[in-house]
Structures are given as C-alpha cells and as structure tokens.
T-cell receptor, first 114, second 113 residues
Framework: NAGVTQTPKFQVLKTGQSMTLQCAQD?????MYWYRQDPGMGLRLIYY???????DKGEVPNGYNVSRLNKREFSLRLESAAPSQTSVYFC?????????????FGEGSWLTVV | AQSVTQLGSHVSVSEGALVLLRCNYS??????LFWYVQYPNQGLQLLLK??????LVKGINGFEAEFKKSETSFHLTKPSAHMSDAAEYFC???????????FGTGTRLTIIP
C-alpha cells in the first residue's frame, strides 16, 4: 500500500459538519477510486475518476462529492455528514482500463459521524 | 444481472487444515476475477487474479484459485492453514463493459490453533 496515501486515518465528525478525505498516489496510474466498507456489505464504489479531469458516480454517490485535482490526487468531500456515513473509506488506483489489471488500495480512513 | 456472491461470511478451520473460500459470479461473459485479503486495520492486498490465461491461478502466501466456467466459480484454496492466514477475504469481479470492480461481501477466516 505504499503507493497510495490517505489522510486522515481517523476522524470523528458531528452530524452536519463537513470534511474532505485526501488521497494521493505515486504510481502514475490514471484511474482513481473511492470505496466505502461496511460490515456485511463488502466494498461499494462511491465515485471514480478514469483520468485527470473526469469523475463518475459509482454505486453510492449520494452525500459525497469528489475532485480530481491532478493525476496524483483525488479527494472525497462530505458536505454535511450524517451518521449513515460512518464507515471505513478506501482510496484505490489502477491503470486506465481495468481489463484484469490490479487496483491498489490505501490503508483506509476510519470516519465516525456522531 | 451481473453479481458476485461469497458463500459464508465466516469460515473457521484448524491450523494445518484445508482452506476453501467460495466465490461465484453471475455473468454471461466470463469476467476477470480477483481475490483480495484484508488484515485488521489495513487496506486490501491482492492475493491473485484470473485474466483468461491459465484457469488455475497461484497467488501469494500459498493460496490458489481455480476458474471454472461451467460452475461460474472462482474458489480460493490453501492446502494447509496457518495462523497468519486469519483475515478477511474478498472476491472481486471486473465485468466486461463495466469500469468498476464489484466486490463480494467478504469472508472472515478464523484459524483454530
């Protein structure tokens, strides 16, 4: 996981607060992804970016926004946090088209909304 | 509809016993298939992947998986479990025409001493 760095690792928010999760990669990958992990539900895709300047919704985009700042960085923003957004968030990167190529994960960001 | 199913959210095996974690997919076209492992408080690490070459795929840490088209399965096995194998395992599928990786719900593997 050395190539994908997420910050912060832990965060506690109050309902209604906003925050941004940062992700940076040094793997020179075109595609970047944000997933959330919840018990019994596996990983669900929130948003992804196939290349710099493009973003697309995944399975569960509601309540989130993203920015692909440059090739290296892909941030996830919660504008008004809700308890349902308590989760572990993973950033991942991959080559431009999956086609069997591996995606690489960061170590996760634990978010609690109270 | 395209989907991936992992049978058994929790599996326990004795140290030294066979590990078998099940993964089935639903798709008319064989997809690319992956197994990832997640140790506590860490991200996901690739164990192995199937990309339409050999149907028996060998991965890290002694794990292997066999793609069976007729059964739409990609089960993960290891002949002899080790305590260090205790983790959560995710099957993931890249369906053709879909830019995202779809994950199963995960199987938590416990090793009994």
């Amino acid at each position: 996981n050395a190539g994908v760095t997420q910050t912060p690792k832990f965060q506690v928010l109050k309902t209604g607060q906003s925050m941004t999760l940062q992700c940076a990669q040094d793997m020179n990958h075109n595609s970047m992804y944000w997933y959330r992990q919840d018990p019994g539900m596996g990983l669900r895709l929130i948003y992804y970016s196939a290349s710099e300047g493009t973003t697309d919704k995944g399975e569960v985009p509601n309540g989130y926004n993203v920015s692909r700042l440059n090739k290296r960085e892909f941030s996830l923003r919660l504008e008004s946090a809700a308890p349902s957004q308590t989760s572990v968030y993973f950033c991942a990167t991959g080559t431009a088209t999956l086609s069997g190529n591996t995606i690489y994960f960061g170590e996760g960001s634990w978010l609690t909304v109270v | 509809a395209q989907s991936v199913t992992q049978l058994g959210s929790h599996v326990s095996v004795s140290e030294g016993a066979l590990v078998l974690l099940r993964c089935n997919y639903s798709s008319s076209v064989p997809p690319y298939l992956f197994w990832y492992v997640q140790y506590p408080n860490q991200g996901l690490q690739l164990l192995l992947k199937y990309t339409s070459a050999a149907t028996l795929v060998k991965g890290i840490n002694g794990f292997e998986a066999e793609f069976k088209k007729s059964e739409t399965s990609f089960h993960l096995t290891k002949p002899s479990a080790h305590m260090s194998d205790a983790a959560e395992y995710f099957c993931a599928v890249h369906f053709f025409g879909n830019e995202k990786l779809t994950f199963g719900t995960g199987t938590r593997l416990t090793i009994i001493p």
